[in-house]
């Protein structure tokens, strides 16, 4: 009998969720510092899926919407873009922020990235999603319901993390946590945040759902921060991934954990602050006509 675990993936979007929902007024206060982070991915994914005025934009996994606000304004007025994530205190802080900035031709819903299908088919230019799709457990759903909601010739768009060895800011404390939670290794299937970086697995996974006209490239995209100290505040408000790792930790623990991890994280401060290595893949494929 195969008594080997098996990932939970109901179990995990529920948890999912309520990491998110915990997390939405930290991750829109560093919105900000968001967009000067992942600014040069989020323009070359916005480039290299060529969108632009008029266009029909869905954001998948959008979180507080600061690339969903990057995509309105190539669209601009005559266009539209949809913002959808699973945790609506997330989409209730991207409504309220578009709506301060003049962007009513963007709104949110909240929608579940694996049920795309629930959408009219053929209905947006380009589908795009930053640091969202190696968080779904079925990845294969969420890209064929992205293929589903594109008009032929639609271009779909991801930003994605490398390999760990590319992005110690986060896989030094993914490993810290792990071995100190004494959690086993990911579960086949299990998704996470290098889920997708290793060479040619983007690429094959568009391939599989059906997409041609692939082209990932790497971005180079450093945390600059003032301190160690301040790239550890951001991640503890604002990583859900690392408090889902640390559950079965007490509070005496996780604070020694944070301590490590901070430890660890200082080696990467220069005399112009801290700068954590990052290496970000972006990745555009095409709906090509039948």
């Avoid at 989409?91 to 301060?100: G, P, S, Y």
């Avoid at 404390?173 to 579960?187: D, F, G, N, W, Y």
């Amino acid at each position: 009998m195969d008594d080997k675990p098996i990932f939970d993936a109901a179990r995990f979007k529920t948890t999912t969720r309520a990491q998110w929902e915990a997390a939405a007024g930290a991750w829109r206060d560093w919105g900000p510092f968001l967009g000067r982070w992942l600014g040069p991915a989020t323009e070359a994914m916005l480039d290299l899926a060529q969108v632009g005025p008029g266009q029909h934009v869905l954001d998948v996994a959008a979180g507080a919407g600061e690339q969903s606000f990057s995509a309105a304004r190539c669209v601009g007025p005559t266009g539209q873009v949809l913002a959808t994530d699973i945790a609506p205190s997330l989409l209730a802080h991207a409504a309220a922020d578009a709506q301060a900035a003049g962007l009513h031709w963007l709104r949110t819903q909240e929608l579940d990235g694996e049920a795309l299908d629930t959408l009219p088919a053929e209905s947006f230019d380009v589908v795009i999603s930053r640091v969202g799709l190696i968080y779904f457990p079925d990845r294969a759903r969420a890209l064929a319901g992205m293929r589903h909601v594109l008009k032929p010739g639609g271009r779909v768009g991801a930003i994605v993390y490398s390999t760990p060895e590319r992005n110690p800011f986060f896989s030094i404390p993914v490993s810290i946590i792990r071995r100190r939670a004494k959690l086993p290794p990911p579960l086949p299937g299990q998704p996470g945040p290098f889920s997708l970086g290793g060479e040619g697995v983007l690429a094959a996974a568009f391939e599989r759902a059906g997409f041609g006209q692939i082209k990932v490239r790497p971005v180079p995209s450093p945390l600059r921060l003032p301190s160690a100290a301040e790239c550890v505040r951001f991640e503890r408000e604002s990583f859900g991934a690392l408090h889902q790792m640390m559950a079965g930790l007490d509070e005496r623990e996780r604070e020694e954990a944070w301590a490590e991890v901070h430890a660890e994280l200082a080696k990467f401060e220069t005399a112009d602050g801290f700068v954590g290595p990052c290496e970000m893949l972006v990745g555009v494929a095409t709906k090509e006509a039948a």
